[in-house]
T-cell receptor
Framework: EAGVTQFPSHSVIEKGQTVTLRCDPI?????LYWYRRVMGKEIKFLLH????????ESGMPNNRFLAERTGGTYSTLKVQPAELEDSGVYFC???????????????FGPGTRLTVL | LAKTTQPISMDSYEGQEVNITCSHN???????ITWYQQFPSQGPRFIIQ???TKVTNEVASLFIPADRKSSTLSLPRVSLSDTAVYYC????????????????FGKGTKLSVKP
């Protein structure tokens, strides 16, 4: 079974440009999460989809970030316009639909390294 | 979610047993303790989870004392490939991966295994 995949693996853009990151979760996983780690900081939660609906977007830093998950399959995270402080590694994770009696392990992708110059 | 404290880094030699301790003084009754492992250029990967006493799987063991204010991840006979960052997370397991399942990572412990 394929794991969580992310594209691209690395993106270098200039300040003010737009970048779109893509995440393909494990097939059948309803939960999809975005996290990011900026230089020298901890991995921070951005948002959580359940199927195509945004369950929790409390971690989104500002309105320059837009996440979508049309059809409840893959997800995109767009940064527009990108700023220098957006540089970091963006991780996507997925898990099974919530089960109240068991631990729903999150499976992470390899991340997309974003560099804003 | 409870705050966790771990060593910033640890060094070990191949074949040794490595124990990484995590402090979580404010752990709540419903909280579980979960450890993730992250290799360079990869995303974090679930290792083990426990609530109390001892849990063992094919990768590691997790020791949790009765007061649950700390926990110890034990890696038996480490190899070079165990060099990674290890994260201790504490939270309500039911909500971890479910509808409120945003994981909160600390700085982790960077383990370096040398030949």
């Amino acid at each position: 079974e394929a794991g969580v995949t992310q594209f691209p693996s690395h993106s270098v853009i200039e300040k003010g440009q737009t970048v779109t990151l893509r995440c393909d979760p494990i097939s059948g996983h309803d939960n999809l999460y975005w996290y990011r780690r900026v230089m020298g900081k901890e991995i921070k939660f951005l948002l959580h989809f359940v199927k195509e609906s945004k369950q929790d977007e409390s971690g989104m830093p500002n309105n320059r970030f837009l996440a979508e998950r049309t059809g409840g399959t893959y997800s995109t995270l767009k940064v527009q316009p990108a700023e220098l402080e957006d540089s970091g590694v963006y991780f996507c994770a997925s898990s099974h639909q919530w089960r109240a009696t068991s631990y729903n392990e999150q499976f992470f992708g390899p991340g997309t390294r974003l560099t804003v110059l | 979610l409870a705050k966790t404290t771990q060593p910033i880094s640890m060094d070990s030699y191949e074949g040794q047993e490595v124990n990484i301790t995590c402090s979580h003084n404010n752990i709540a009754t419903n909280d579980y303790i979960t450890w993730y492992q992250q290799f360079p250029s990869q995303g974090p990967r679930f290792i083990i989870q426990g609530y109390k006493t001892k849990v063992t799987n094919e990768v590691a063991s997790l020791f949790i004392p009765a007061d649950r204010k700390s926990s110890t991840l034990s890696l038996p006979r480490v190899s070079l490939s165990d060099t990674a960052v290890y994260y201790c997370l504490v939270g309500d397991a039911v909500n971890y991966g479910g509808s409120q399942g945003n994981l909160i990572f600390g700085k982790g412990t960077k383990l370096s295994v040398k030949p």
